[in-house]
């Protein structure tokens, strides 16, 4: 059974009220981060007995659509720093207990591969400088991936590729170089961070792989590239949506205020339509497949089809977010220009997120 977790309007009000604080401070407001903690928003995917809220991926997607409608910017990173915490399900389970339980842990990095863990018998020492830590003034613990080097050289894996595995340090040994500067998701904070030569435990060395995840939540065996996929999605969805409501407020009222040609206001409105019309069709699919690998997933049957649909879909998706934005943007007027204005911060956020790898077409 699915499980209400729609946004209250007191979550609304803050949302709402805060967005304009993050954006000018470039960072998660204090007021933004209590509610956060407070409705357990970066604990979407652990588990309750952890203090986490445990959901499923349908669930979580919605909670994260919703978030992205009021404010991208802070919905970027909660999908981040939830995803990053995530990885309780791959770290070693005492460890992790140990960390989870706290009421403000997060989780946040980097999946790219540039620094080196060198073996230390039980332990490992690692070098690098990594970017886009998404959450990075707020985070507790950083992750990171890393080429393994044993007395110099690097360790190969099967294929004879270096080998590459993931790691978490705490806050303390970390440092965090304040470089994110763009023009929108300003408050992600995404700074680039470094370590020099840390020593850590072995345990804090993991593998994102739904066949060596350490608990049996089934969230855990979700594999992580479709997950991963669907999150960023929903930031996706939930920001275009509330673009599409506002192009339609400026519409109505712009039909209402002025002598709008009748032949141009019929244009506008049915080429609006049109978009609207697409945008649900194309939610309703991607959320279809999401539900039916759940429920797939929970039944044991093979989902590596609807997998690959996922991975086309969201990006075809997203494409076409950009494209009918663009298509819409100049019918703004000089309001969808001004950059205090939240048609102006969803277009600068839509087109900041678009900027993440991983739901780009190729060329």
Known sequence: ????????????????DSQAKGIQQKSLSDEQLELIYRRKWFKIWIPVELGG?????????????????????????????????????FIDPVLGDQIFKTERVCFGGSGQASGTATRDGEHYRLTGFWKYATGAPHLTHFTLN???????????????????????VDREHALVHYDWDTFGLQVTASHSFSLQDVQIDGKQCFEINAAKSTRSDLRYQYPFMPFAELTLLANFIGMYKRFLDLIEKLFVLKSKASKWEYAASKAA??????LQQDFI??????????????????????NALIYAQIATQSRDFVSS???????????????????????????????TASQHKLLQKSI
């Open 1 to 16: 059974m699915k499980r209400d977790m729609q946004l209250n309007s007191a979550d609304i009000a803050i949302l709402k």
């Open 53 to 89: 809220l445990g959901l499923t991926v349908p669930e979580g997607l919605n909670v994260l659509a919703d978030l992205a409608y009021w404010d991208g910017g802070l919905a970027w990173t909660v999908t981040l720093c939830s995803g990053a915490n995530l990885f309780v399900g």
């Open 146 to 168: 890393a080429t393994i080097e044993e007395e110099g050289n690097p360790v190969l894996d099967d294929r004879g590729d270096p080998l590459v595995k993931s790691f978490f």
């Open 269 to 274: 409105f049915g080429m609006l339509d049109e």
């Open 281 to 302: 069709i194309q939610k309703d699919a991607i959320l279809n497949l999401a539900d039916h690998s759940w429920d797939n997933l929970s039944n044991g049957i093979d």
């Open 321 to 351: 977010i950009l494209m009918n934005t663009v298509k819409l943007y100049p019918h703004a007027g000089i309001l969808g220009a001004t950059v205090d204005q939240e048609i102006n911060i969803i277009f600068r956020n839509i087109f």
